[in-house]
């Protein structure tokens, strides 16, 4: 089973706010992972009981063309990790050297929602090096991590949408920028009315 990198970004989000939730002693100690494991499970136990949509519902808001370029692929898929139910969809677009990559992830159900991982930076996190860029900050309402590698020439942009689904765009042999482009012709409002519904 492929797991790609939305779903591992997750579960190693999640893993780390077990781990911030245990007693403030605890955390200055060696990380035990079997209690921070226990004490994800306890969270989990917690969270809000949503089942996440049908992928079939997630590829619909997969375009046919992003930036110009035709999709190549689409796929999706519905699948378990860490006690959670992880719904999916994924698409390639290409022509020539200039390729996209997008997965929507709908994480519905898990503890402290799907920004877990991205309020540990913070919004208005900003950081350049010699390499590119990277920063936190909210656009349209919704908390966004974009980033640029000059080496790679890889454009990339993650936006969490009403606190349950992850919008991944990956843009190689691009521009800085790109990738935000190309996440702002998905419909993003199409999943705030699910995130808001609970559905």
Request: aromatic letters at 4%; one cysteine or more; charged letters at 20%.
């Amino acid at each position: 089973m492929k797991v790609t990198r939305p779903v591992l970004v997750l579960a190693l989000c999640l893993l780390f706010a077990a781990v911030l939730a245990l007693p403030a002693r605890a955390q200055d100690a060696p990380v035990d992972l079997q209690k921070a494991l226990a004490q994800l499970q306890q969270m989990q136990q917690g969270a809000p009981k949503a089942d996440p949509v049908d992928f079939r519902e997630l590829k619909k808001l997969l375009p046919d063309e992003l930036l110009g370029l035709p999709r190549t692929s689409a796929s999706g898929s519905k699948t378990g990790m860490m006690g959670m139910k992880i719904s999916m969809a994924e698409a390639s677009y290409g022509k020539g050297p200039k390729t996209i990559s997008v997965t929507i992830t709908d994480a519905a159900g898990t503890p402290l929602g799907a920004a877990a991982g991205w309020s540990m930076l913070g919004e208005g996190y900003e950081e350049e090096t010699d390499d590119g860029w990277e920063k936190v900050r909210t656009v349209g309402g919704h908390l966004l991590h974009e980033s640029w590698s000059n080496g790679d020439r890889l454009s990339s942009a993650d936006m969490i949408i009403g606190n349950r689904f992850i919008v991944s765009i990956e843009v190689s042999g691009g521009q800085p920028g790109d990738a935000l482009k190309a996440l702002q012709q998905i419909d993003v409002n199409a999943l705030a009315k699910m995130a808001a519904s609970g559905k």
